[in-house]
């Protein structure tokens, strides 16, 4: 059973710093070739917020994040990371870990088979 489980979100000032780790099990790590994060605010549609490839040579980013948020891959730990710097208010959501094993449309949700059940991240002003 495949299990992605999230961790690392808080609550934060802006202009500080959060860590997100997502732990994958239940599948070899290495069948993932793409996994991502996504972001979803109250009230709001699901996002994409950045994504990398297996052998973590290629990252992809949303506008809104590019230049804060850096997304990696330790395939020896079954694990990626979103390091995120110069938080904001508009930041404030649910992030989700994701992963797919077409290796297709990065930023788009549906191409992801296997979610996180997502952890908050608050930025206060």
């Known amino acids: 059973q495949v299990q992605l489980v999230e961790s690392g979100g808080g609550l934060v000032q802006t202009g500080g710093s959060l860590r997100l780790s997502c732990a994958a099990s239940?599948?070899?790590?290495?069948?993932?070739?793409?996994m991502g994060w996504f972001r979803q605010a109250p009230g709001k549609e699901r996002e994409f917020a950045a994504a990398?490839?297996?052998?973590?040579?290629?990252?992809y980013y949303a506008d809104s994040v590019k230049g804060r948020f850096t997304i990696s891959r330790d395939n020896a730990k079954n694990t990626v990371y979103l390091q995120m710097n110069g938080l904001k208010p508009e930041d404030t959501a649910v992030y989700y870990c994701?992963?797919?094993?077409?290796?297709?449309?990065?930023?788009?949700?549906?191409?992801?088979?296997?979610w996180g059940q997502g952890t908050q991240v608050t930025v206060s002003s």
């Open positions: 994701a992963a797919q094993t077409s290796g297709r449309y990065y930023s788009s949700p549906w191409a992801y088979d296997y």
């Open positions: 239940g599948r070899a790590f290495s069948t993932y070739t793409i």
């Open positions: 990398i490839v297996w052998s973590g040579s290629r990252t």
